[in-house]
C-alpha cells in the first residue's frame, strides 16, 4: 500500500523522498548522500582509531604484552587504510556532497545517480577488507604503503580481499571526483564565474582532478601485485626481470598528490572559517586559488621524496629534494593569508574557529617537519623513524581531522536546522588539543633518538616517550566521544538555528533556511 | 672548592649527553654524522625563527584584535607587494639551506676509493655480512632471549639492540657497504654513522662510512620487513686498524679450521641426545620465529611442523628444504647459514620433537648429500 501511495505522490510531486531505510538506499538527494557520507566516515575513524588504541596499548611498554608482531602488523596496516580511505577521504566527499552544490547554488549533484552507486559501494569494501581480518593467515601485514615483495610473495591470502577492496575505493573515489567536477564546471548559478567561487568549491575542484590523475594508478600498483602474487608475473620480482623499487616509484606517484587530496579541501574549510570568525574577507583569494593550484601541480614531481634511502642516483636525489622544499614557499603563502586576514578583523572563538586556529598552527608545525624531511642527507636519519609518524599525523589529524571537525561545527547548524552546544563542543576542542599533541609531539623525540616505525616492541630508551604518547593516544581516542555525542544532540535537538548563525559567515549555503530544505535552489540564485 | 665544582661537572656530563641523546638526532662518530646533525639542527632553528614570527602574529592578532577589543574589523583584503615579499624571502631561505645540504649529499654518495668493503645482506630477520678483502662471512641475529622479550625475565641494557656477532670494522679507513637482501626489502640503519640504505633483493645499493672513535654502535632495520621486523638489530664494533687486523686474521683461521672439521665430521654419528638437545637450541634460534616454538606455526602464514606430511614421512622432502629453502616463499636456503652438525640436530629435533617420534636420526652425511656446492 505505502509502495503505491509513495508512487503516486512521486508522480504527483516529484521530489517526496520515500520513506524508511529505502530513502537511504535508493536516495540521489545530494544532501542524504553528503550524510552518509560523513556517518559512514565517522564510524571508519572509530574502527580505525580503536586499532591504533591497539598499537598504543602494546607500545605503552617494551616487551610483548597483548599481541604478536603479526597482529600488531595487521592493526598498522589496517589502521592506515581506514584512517585515510575510510575516514578522511569519504568525509570531504560527504561535505563536497552537502555543501558544494548549496555554495554554487546548484539544486543538487550533476550526477545524482552515481553518486548514490560511489557512496553505497563503500561499506561492501570495507567489509571486504575487515572481514579479511579474519581469514586463517590474519589480513593485510605490509604497511598500507604495501610494498612488494612483502605484499607479493610473502604475504599471506588475505592479499586478494584487500586489493579487490581497494579496487572499489579507488571506484568510489573515482565517480564522487567526476561528480565534483561536473557538478562545478556546468551547475553555478548565473553570475557565479571561476573566480567567484568559494575557496572550498576551489579546493575541492583541484582535488578532483588529482583524485581522477591517480586513483587509476593505486589500481595498477594493487592490480600488479595481485598478478605478481597470483598469475606468475613479475613487475617487482627482480629473478624474473623486474624491480622491487618500480612499486615504491608507482606507489608513491599515486601517494604523494593522495596526501595533498587529503589536504587541499582542509584549505578550503579554513579559508571559509577564518574569514567568518574574523569579520574580515578572507586575504589574497586569488593568491590562494593559484597556491592551491601549483601545491597540485609541485604534487606530481615530488614522489621519490618518500624513497631517499632506496638508492638512487645522486641527480635525482637533488632533483626531488629541490622540488619538494619548493612546495613550501606556495604552502607558506597559504597560512600567510590565514593570518593576514585575522589581523585587524574583529575575532570571535567559537568551535569552528578554535579548530580553524589549531589546524593553522598544528598544521604549520607538520610542514616545519615537512620541510626537515625533504632535506635528503637529513632524511637519511629520518626515514622511516617516528620522526616521520609524528610528521604525518600532524599534518593528517591535526591538520586534515581537524578541519573536518572544524567543518562539521561550522555547517551543522545548516545541516541540522539546531545550534550544537557550545560548552560540550569546547570540551570537545580542548581535550583534543592537549592530548593530540601529547599524542604526536613526543614521537619527535622517539624518531630523531632514533626508534624506527611499525615496530611492536622497542629498546629500553623509548619506554617513557612511548607511556606519554600512548597516555595522549587513549585520551585523544576518548575525546572523539564527547564529539559523538554533541552531534548526536544537535541532530535531535537545540536551540533553532537562524539560516545564518554566524554573523561574519559569506556565501549562498547561509541565503537558505537551517535546516537546508531537502531540494534547495531549484530557481538559480543571482550571483552578482 | 673549584676542584669540587668540577668534579661534580665532570660527573653530570654523561647524564647531560645521554638527556640530549635521547630527545634529538645524535651527532654520530663521523664527520658525515656531524654535518648531517649540523644541518638538521640549522634548518630545525630555521623553522623556529619562522615558527615565532607566524605563530607570534596570530597570538598577537588573537589578542589584540578580539571583537571586545576591536569591535570594527578593517576591510583590506589584498595586497600585491606583501604577497611577493612572502613568496621570494622563503624562497630566498630554502637557497640558502639548499647549498649546504647539497654538498653534504655529495659527500655522502661518493662511495670511491674505499679501504674495505662488505657485503652486507638482509634476510626475514638477521643479517650477513661478508668481507670481500677476506675468507670472512657470517650470520648477526637478535642475542636477545625470548623470555625478555615475553616479559619473563628482566630486560638487559641493551634490549634488543645486542646481537651474537657484531659486525667488525676499522677505524679510520674507509669502510664500503655494499647492502642487498635475500628476500624482502629491509634497511641498514647505524644512526652514529648516519647510513641508512635499503636492502632490495636483486639489486646492490653502496653507502659507506669512516669512524673515527673506536667504540660499539647500535642500529636497527629501518624498512618494515614482516613479522619480526621490530627483532633484527644492527650492531658494529669499531676497532684500531692494528686489532681489527688481528681479529679479522683470527677469524679467518677459525672459519678455514670449520670447514675442515665440517670434512671430518661426516664420518662421524652423534647421538639421539646430542642431536636434540643441539637442534632444541638451533630450532629456538632460527626456526621459531616463524614456526613457533610450538612447532605449530601460524595457520596461512607459516606451515606446522607438527605431525605434517613432510615431517612424519618425507625425509629426503624434510632435507632438501631445510638446506636449500623454498623459492617463492619465506623459507629460507638453511644450507649456508648452518654447519652440517647443525643442519642434522634440528632436522633430527624436528622430526622427533612436540609428539612427532619418528625415532629417524639425521648426521652430517645425510644432510651433505642435498648440499650444492
Known amino acids: 500500500m505505502s509502495t503505491v501511495a509513495g508512487e503516486m505522490d512521486h508522480t504527483d510531486h516529484h521530489h517526496h523522498a520515500p520513506s524508511g531505510i529505502t530513502r537511504w538506499l535508493f536516495t540521489t538527494n545530494h544532501k542524504d548522500i553528503g550524510s552518509m557520507y560523513l556517518w559512514f566516515s565517522f564510524i571508519m575513524f572509530l574502527v580505525g582509531g580503536s586499532m591504533a588504541m591497539v598499537i598504543r596499548a602494546e607500545l605503552f611498554q617494551p616487551g610483548l604484552q597483548l599481541v604478536d608482531p603479526h597482529f600488531f602488523n595487521q592493526m598498522t596496516t589496517v589502521h592506515g587504510l581506514i584512517m585515510v580511505f575510510g575516514a578522511v577521504m569519504p568525509a570531504f566527499t560527504g561535505l563536497a556532497n552537502w555543501m558544494v552544490p548549496l555554495m554554487i547554488g546548484a539544486p543538487d549533484m550533476a550526477l545524482p545517480r552515481m553518486n548514490n552507486w560511489s557512496f553505497w559501494i563503500l561499506p561492501f569494501a570495507f567489509a571486504i577488507l575487515l572481514a579479511s581480518l579474519f581469514m586463517e593467515g590474519g589480513g593485510p601485514a605490509f604497511g598500507w604503503t604495501f610494498y612488494a615483495p612483502l605484499s607479493t610473495t610473502y604475504s599471506s591470502d588475505s592479499t586478494a580481499l584487500f586489493v579487490f577492496s581497494v579496487h572499489i575505493m579507488g571506484i568510489s573515489s573515482i565517480m564522487g571526483a567526476i561528480n565534483v567536477i561536473v557538478t562545478i564546471m556546468n551547475m553555478r548559478a548565473p553570475g557565479m564565474t571561476y573566480m567567484k567561487m568559494p575557496l572550498f568549491v576551489w579546493t575541492w575542484f583541484i582535488t578532483a582532478f588529482l583524485l581522477i590523475a591517480v586513483m587509476p594508478v593505486l589500481a595498477g600498483a594493487v592490480t600488479m601485485v595481485l598478478t605478481d602474487k597470483y598469475f606468475g608475473t613479475s613487475f617487482f620480482d627482480a629473478a624474473g626481470g623486474g624491480d622491487p623499487v618500480l612499486f615504491q616509484h608507482i606507489f608513491w606517484f599515486f601517494g604523494h598528490p593522495e596526501v595533498y587530496i587529503m589536504i587541499l579541501p582542509s584549505f578550503g574549510i579554513i579559508s571559509a572559517i577564518i574569514p567568518a570568525f574574523s569579520r574580515k574577507r578572507l586575504f589574497g583569494y586569488s593568491s590562494m586559488v593559484y597556491a592551491t593550484a601549483a601545491i597540485a601541480g609541485l604534487s606530481f614531481i615530488v614522489w621519490a621524496h618518500h624513497m631517499f634511502t632506496t638508492g638512487m642516483p645522486v641527480a635525482a636525489e637533488i632533483f626531488f629534494m629541490y622540488a619538494t622544499m619548493l612546495i613550501s614557499v606556495p604552502t607558506g603563502v597559504k597560512v600567510f593569508n590565514w593570518v593576514a586576514t585575522m589581523w585587524r578583523g574583529s575575532i570571535t572563538f567559537e568551535t569552528p574557529m578554535l579548530f580553524a586556529l589549531a589546524f593553522v598552527i598544528l598544521f604549520t608545525i607538520g610542514g616545519f617537519s615537512g620541510l626537515m624531511l625533504a632535506i635528503t642527507p637529513v632524511d637519511f636519519q629520518y626515514h622511516d623513524t617516528y620522526f616521520v609518524v609524528a610528521h604525518f599525523h600532524y599534518v593528517l589529524v591535526s591538520g586534515a581531522i581537524f578541519s573536518i571537525m572544524a567543518a562539521a561545527y561550522y555547517w551543522l547548524p545548516k545541516w541540522t536546522g539546531h545550534m550544537y552546544d557550545e560548552t560540550l563542543a569546547k570540551w570537545h576542542f580542548w581535550c583534543s588539543l592537549i592530548s593530540v599533541n601529547l599524542l604526536f609531539f613526543p614521537m619527535h623525540f622517539a624518531g630523531l633518538a632514533g626508534m624506527p616505525r611499525r615496530i611492536p616492541d622497542y629498546s629500553l630508551q623509548f619506554a617513557d616517550i612511548n607511556q606519554i604518547v600512548s597516555i595522549g593516544g587513549f585520551a585523544f581516542g576518548l575525546s572523539q566521544l564527547i564529539f559523538l555525542w554533541v552531534v548526536i544532540k544537535c541532530a535531535r535537538g537545540g536551540e533553532k538555528a537562524p539560516a545564518k548563525p554566524w554573523e561574519g559567515a559569506e556565501g549562498l549555503e547561509w541565503t537558505v533556511p537551517s535546516p537546508a530544505p531537502y531540494h534547495t535552489f531549484e530557481t538559480p540564485p543571482e550571483v552578482k | ?373
Open chain 2, 1 to 373: 672548592m673549584s676542584t669540587k665544582l668540577i668534579t661534580a661537572l665532570t660527573a653530570m656530563l654523561p647524564f647531560a649527553a645521554s638527556a640530549q641523546s635521547s630527545l634529538n638526532l645524535t651527532q654520530g662518530v663521523t664527520e658525515i654524522s656531524q654535518r648531517v646533525y649540523d644541518l638538521h639542527m640549522t634548518i630545525f632553528y630555521i623553522c623556529c625563527v619562522i615558527g615565532v614570527i607566524v605563530f607570534g602574529a596570530m597570538f598577537v592578532s588573537m589578542v589584540i584584535h578580539r571583537k571586545s577589543k576591536n569591535p570594527k574589523p578593517a576591510t583590506f583584503h589584498e595586497n600585491v607587494k606583501v604577497e611577493i615579499i612572502w613568496t621570494v624571502i622563503p624562497f630566498l631561505i630554502l637557497i640558502g639551506m639548499a647549498i649546504p645540504a647539497t654538498q653534504t649529499l655529495f659527500a655522502m654518495e661518493d662511495t670511491s676509493e674505499a679501504d674495505v668493503t662488505v657485503l652486507v645482506t638482509g634476510s626475514q630477520w638477521k643479517w650477513h655480512y661478508k668481507y670481500f678483502e677476506h675468507d670472512v662471512e657470517y650470520f648477526s641475529l637478535l642475542a636477545t632471549r625470548q623470555d625478555q622479550i615475553n616479559n619473563r625475565l628482566d630486560k638487559g641494557e641493551n634490549y634488543l639492540l645486542e646481537v651474537d656477532r657484531p659486525l667488525v670494522i676499522p677505524t679510520g679507513k674507509k669502510v664500503r657497504f655494499l647492502v642487498t637482501s635475500d628476500d624482502v626489502i629491509h634497511s641498514w640503519w647505524v644512526p652514529d654513522f648516519a647510513v641508512k640504505k635499503d636492502a632490495n633483493p636483486g639489486f646492490i645499493n653502496e653507502a659507506w662510512t669512516k669512524v673515527d672513535k673506536p667504540g660499539i654502535y647500535r642500529g636497527q632495520c629501518a624498512e618494515l620487513c614482516g613479522k619480526d621486523h621490530g627483532f633484527m638489530p644492527v650492531v658494529v664494533i669499531a676497532k684500531e686498524p692494528a686489532e681489527y687486523q688481528a681479529w679479522i686474521s683470527e677469524q679467518e683461521a677459525v672459519q678455514k679450521q670449520a670447514k675442515e672439521e665440517e670434512q671430518r665430521l661426516l664420518s662421524m654419528s652423534m647421538s639421539k641426545d646430542e642431536l636434540m638437545e643441539l637442534g632444541e637450541r638451533i630450532y629456538l634460534g632460527n626456526c621459531a620465529a616463524c614456526h613457533q616454538p610450538n612447532g605449530e606455526g601460524i595457520p596461512g602464514v607459516f606451515p606446522s611442523l607438527k605431525g605434517t606430511n613432510m615431517v612424519m614421512n618425507d625425509k629426503s622432502g624434510h632435507i632438501d628444504i631445510v638446506v636449500n629453502g623454498k623459492a617463492g616463499t619465506s623459507m629460507q636456503a638453511f644450507g649456508n647459514q648452518l654447519s652440517l652438525r647443525e643442519l642434522a640436530a634440528v632436522i633430527t629435533y624436528e622430526r622427533n620433537a612436540w609428539g612427532n617420534n619418528t625415532g629417524d636420526l639425521i648426521q652430517a652425511a645425510d644432510v651433505n648429500q642435498f648440499v650444492k656446492e
